[in-house]
């Protein structure tokens, strides 16, 4: 079984930037696709990012392509997403979530491990 452990959140002014990390144990973690998504309060949780077990292939939401860059480290378990340009809306509890084969799908029901999430505060 796959776990997943965020880590990186915190609070940043408006054109700021973060990492976020995702740290990844179980057996054959890295076969395993993640994928980064977010939850704003009322709002439903969205994809931002994923990314294939090899890190050849990447997929991003329309509304952080540009800004937001997905990678990953195999030989040390971890997930990174850097994040820049950082918009007040950006604001949300970020997760880290793992599938079994990459798709480049951005659904929540594609993905069946989750972490506990990671609070991004976009304020000034």
């Known amino acids: 079984q796959l776990q997943l452990v965020e880590s990186g959140g915190g609070l940043v002014q408006p054109g700021g930037s973060l990492r976020l990390s995702c740290a990844a144990s179980?057996?054959?973690?890295?076969?395993?696709?993640i994928g980064w998504f977010r939850q704003a309060p009322g709002k439903e949780r969205e994809g931002v990012s994923c990314i294939s077990s090899a890190g050849g292939s990447t997929n991003y939401a329309d509304s952080v392509k540009g800004r937001f860059t997905i990678s990953r480290d195999n030989a040390k378990n971890m997930v990174y997403l850097q994040m820049n340009g950082l918009k007040p809306e950006d604001t949300a509890v970020y997760y880290c979530?793992?599938?079994?084969?990459?798709?480049?799908?951005?659904?929540?029901?594609?993905?069946?491990?989750w972490g506990r999430g990671t609070q991004v505060t976009v304020s000034s």
């Open positions: 179980g057996f054959t973690s890295d076969y395993y696709a």
């Open positions: 979530a793992g599938k079994r084969y990459y798709s480049g799908s951005l659904q929540v029901g594609a993905y069946s491990y």
